[in-house]
């Protein structure tokens, strides 16, 4: 199969690898659209992946293509990847908090991932993908999962104001599960016209361009000096997360989802205001995927089938798999305006079957 293989940083090479041997547990995967993560950009180019040489990419989805006998009933369904691989026995694991596992092993980052043909995948890992879903929609599941994961953290509530700095696509999806979950107000803070009118395409009126303004002034003004009841963090930079603890209103909460850039250092007035606002500061990390009941993603699933949120409309470029370092290339050096950027249409060997 052709899979694109990083072997350093910034030494992605594109490669004919065999399809890979599956474990007793693992189906085969034939990937039909993979999304280009924001954290797959220093992976390739800045810092490596935790497992070299890997096969990068977690945010596809695809089908069943090979299974051992036991799980052959999955051969041919269209399923979505939860990529994180639980230990099973840590003490998170135990209580089914999965996305804190300490001993977790992940596709695309610590094994082979979805910029590949094909990828081997525990089967506690799919979730079968509807009908009414595009695999580029069943490719976005992951980053909305994490969206929501963020908002269900903060525990946000119906007519709550909720303001997101980053208008990146976890930024607007944490808008749009904002929306659903009932806020009366959704500001979203970001810094290029093109967010803007995404931002405005997916109904939302209050877009704040952090370069013409002071975001945290504009939302206090704007809440009759109270400021936001809930700040979601979504560029992992200081000022953001500076904007944030200043937004929030006295009693309010911070959720801080975006991957730091660099080392975090605020201001002692900044870190002042935590304390005497009394404020409430969440980490999120990837998303709910336990067993039983509601989790992530299969409240992300309902809702993207009934239209609640829009996944695809994020989606502002497409490449075949051939020209992924292309489109890495593209998203580095942020020469055009870019929200999601999918990689499709990838088969090119017919799959392996029984
Ligand atoms: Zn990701
Ligand atoms: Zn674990």
């Known amino acids: 199969m052709k899979a694109w293989v990083l072997h350093g940083i910034n030494d992605l090479r594109l490669e004919d690898r065999p399809v890979p041997r599956l474990g007793g547990d693992e189906v085969l995967v034939k990937v039909e659209a993979a999304g280009i993560c924001g954290s797959d950009i220093p992976r390739i180019f800045e810092t490596g992946a935790h497992t070299l040489p890997v096969i990068p990419g977690h945010e596809f989805a695809g089908v069943v293509a090979d299974a ?50 094909y990828v081997a995948v525990p089967a506690q890992n799919l979730m079968e993908l509807p009908e009414g879903l595009s695999f580029e929609a069943g490719a976005m599941l992951e980053p909305a999962a994490v969206a929501l994961h963020a908002l269900r953290r903060l525990g946000v509530r119906e007519m709550e104001s909720v303001a997101i700095f980053g208008a990146g696509p976890v930024g607007l999806l944490a808008a749009q599960w904002a929306r659903v979950l009932g806020a009366k107000r959704v500001f979203l803070a970001g810094t290029k016209s093109a967010q803007a009118e995404k931002t405005r395409l997916l109904g939302f009126a209050d877009f704040l361009d952090i370069r013409e303004h002071d975001a945290a002034e504009r939302i206090a003004a704007l809440t009759g000096g109270a400021g936001a009841d809930v700040c979601v963090e979504a560029v992992g930079d200081v000022r953001s997360v500076t904007d944030c603890i200043r937004a929030a209103r006295a009693g309010g909460r911070v959720a801080l989802i975006g991957n730091p850039r660099a080392d975090m250092r605020i201001g002692k007035d900044v870190y002042q205001r935590i304390l005497r606002k009394q404020l409430g500061i969440y980490g999120s990390w990837n998303s709910g995927f336990y067993r039983g009941g509601k989790n992530d993603w299969a409240e992300t699933i309902a809702a993207a089938q009934n239209g609640d949120v829009r996944l695809e409309a994020l989606i502002t470029h497409s490449f075949p798999l051939a020209d992924l370092a292309r489109a890495a290339d593209m998203m580095r050096s942020r020469r055009e305006y870019f929200c999601k950027v999918m990689v499709c249409g990838n088969t090119i060997y017919p799959p392996r079957m029984h």
């Open 68 to 117: 051992p006998e036991a799980l052959s009933r999955l051969i041919g369904k269209r399923v979505c990847v939860f990529p994180l691989i639980p230990c099973m026995r840590c003490d998170s694991c135990l209580r089914e908090q999965y996305e804190t596992c300490s001993d977790y092993d992940y596709l695309g980052s610590r094994r082979d991932g979805a910029f590949a043909e």
